[in-house]
């Protein structure tokens, strides 16, 4: 609970596709509660008690500052794992900022996960990461593999989940910034053909035409070292940082050109909006959005510039709200690889397969594939 008007913070998972929602709060009343905003793609959501009374104020949990935790410092996972109601289990923050991880039940694009050795089990999700002082530092979320029960366990970071949750509750939806890059990470041969003293930051690699990143001067071979006054480590961290701005902010980066150093500012573009220009940059994009999703050619210089490499399929990059795409957590980014019966290669294959199913009373199974993970969703139209 993060207000007196009765918002909680949790993870997507936990509400999406949800009929209803009931909430119960300590002191034993229960209400319900409706869904202000999803972000499937960082896994947070925004939910608000349906009622016109003020929250007591013991109920409402103090948020921390997770840019200030460190490795070591000791945490309290609370929540209620196997159905165990108000349970809680401690341990330390074994690392910070996991990335690149295969979560149970799926992934999320933007990982930046608190992982800790205090217990984190199913039915734990959505419940607090909170330090010594009773600040909340982290939603918990994610166990990895077949690790339930072994107290190893991630939580999204409070700061991402408050900058989400600003979003969700003035808009109802998240934006985010977008430069128009391909980022490549530094391996040592190439910081020593660039004459780099190190493998940290990323180098560009591509710049789209029309993007934030061509009008403010990138250019191809650029090494980025920081971005909005920090230090850039990596391709996953860059990304991330990019996409915590917000559409038309001013920020300045430091690049490396010709050995010297270069101070550049960007206005950053709208990741969605660019997402969905790149269904029209071919004549085959013109495939009609079925099921709430709106998808474009896996080839299509924007598509590749969000980082998916897929050679086969076709990319939703755009999902209406209350469709059935969207309660079944379909999100932009993911990969149509199967649709029914039909293997998708392309837009004609996938265009194809929608004339042939459209209408169907039963469900049709689309076999989605979202970075190391892929599975069978079934969508039934309304």
């Given amino acids: ?18 009929e ?8 034993e009343r229960e209400f319900k509660a409706e869904v202000v905003g999803t972000d499937p793609e960082t896994d947070v959501a925004l939910i608000k008690l349906k009622t016109e009374e003020q929250i007591p104020e013991r109920e409402i949990a103090k948020l921390g500052d997770s840019d200030k935790i460190e490795v070591g410092d000791w945490v309290v996972a609370v929540g209620n794992p196997f159905g165990l109601e108000r ?4 341990g330390i923050v074994s690392a910070k900022g996991r990335s690149g991880l295969s979560i149970a039940g799926g992934e999320i694009s933007y990982q930046d996960f608190i992982q800790t050795d205090a217990a984190i089990n199913p039915g734990n999700s959505g419940g607090p990461l909170v330090n010594l002082r009773g600040e909340v530092i982290g939603i918990n979320t994610a166990i990895t593999g077949n690790v339930q029960g072994q107290n190893f366990g991630f939580a999204i970071p409070i700061n991402i989940a408050r900058n989400v949750m600003e ?15 391909l980022p490549q990470e530094i391996t040592p041969d190439l910081a020593e053909a660039k ?13 789209d035409s029309g993007t934030p990143a061509e009008k403010g001067g990138l250019k191809v071979g650029d090494v980025i070292i920081r971005f909005a006054g920090k230090k850039i480590k990596n391709v996953k961290q860059f990304r991330m940082l990019v996409a915590n701005h917000t559409p038309g902010e001013k920020v300045k980066m430091t690049v490396i050109r010709d050995g010297k150093q270069k101070e550049l ?6 990741r969605a909006k660019y997402l969905k220009l790149a ?29 998916i490499k897929e050679k086969t399929g076709v990319v939703v990059v755009g999902v209406e709200g209350g469709s059935p795409a969207e309660g ?8 149509i690889l199967q649709v029914g019966q039909y293997q998708i290669k392309d837009l004609e294959d996938y265009q194809e397969a929608v004339e042939k199913l459209k209408g169907s009373e039963k469900p049709v199974l689309f076999l989605i594939k979202r970075g190391k993970w892929t599975r069978f969703v079934a969508l039934k139209e309304k």
């Fill in 20 to 27: 209803g929602i009931n909430v119960k709060l300590s002191d």
């Fill in 1 to 18: 609970m993060v207000d007196r008007d009765g918002h909680i913070l949790t993870n997507n998972h936990v509400v999406a596709g949800a």
């Fill in 195 to 207: 004459g780099l003293s190190s493998t940290e930051g990323v180098l560009v690699a591509k710049v």
């Fill in 265 to 270: 500012t960007f206005t950053l573009g709208d």
């Fill in 167 to 181: 979003q969700l509750r003035a808009k109802g939806k998240v934006v985010r910034g977008f430069l128009g890059i």
């Fill in 328 to 335: 079944k957590g379909i999100k932009p980014g993911d990969v």
């Fill in 279 to 307: 269904a029209g940059e071919s004549k085959a994009g013109e495939a009609e959005v079925w099921m709430g999703m709106e998808v474009a050619s896996v080839h299509s210089d924007v598509v590749r510039s969000m980082g």
């Fill in 87 to 90: 349970t809680a289990s401690q």
